[in-house]
């Protein structure tokens, strides 16, 4: 059956892998005030899973050997008195890279 799946994006790491439908289709990700990142598929559940890996990058941060895909850009609030924010990147790491 398709649905929408939301799973979190984890701080403190960089890189990090979900468990997946096989075929998923990224939506969306956004920040949820201090809450972290949330990432949205459109998956059919009764598909057998796989792992995909991903990398959150900030501006100005290297992306090895060419193997990530660009996904999505979000934004984390970091002071809600000036609106100060950081800028995050989301990239998808290509299963070349994985082996």
């Known amino acids: 059956?398709?649905?929408?799946?939301?799973?979190?994006?984890?701080?403190?790491?960089?890189?990090?892998?979900?468990?997946?439908?096989?075929?998923?289709?990224?939506?969306?990700?956004?920040?949820?005030?201090q809450l972290g990142a949330d990432m949205w598929?459109?998956?059919?559940?009764?598909?057998?899973?796989?792992?995909?890996?991903?990398?959150?990058l900030s501006t100005g941060d290297p992306i090895t050997n060419g193997y990530h895909t660009y996904v999505d850009t979000y934004f984390e609030r970091v002071n809600f008195t000036d609106a100060s924010e950081y800028v995050w990147h989301l990239f998808e790491i290509n299963a070349k890279e994985k082996q």
Do not use: H, N
């Open 41 to 56: 598929f459109l998956v059919d559940s009764e598909y057998v899973y796989e792992s995909r890996g991903f990398a959150v």
């Open 1 to 33: 059956m398709k649905t929408v799946f939301k799973y979190q994006i984890p701080t403190g790491s960089s890189t990090f892998y979900l468990q997946l439908p096989i075929e998923a289709r990224f939506l969306k990700c956004a920040w949820r005030d």
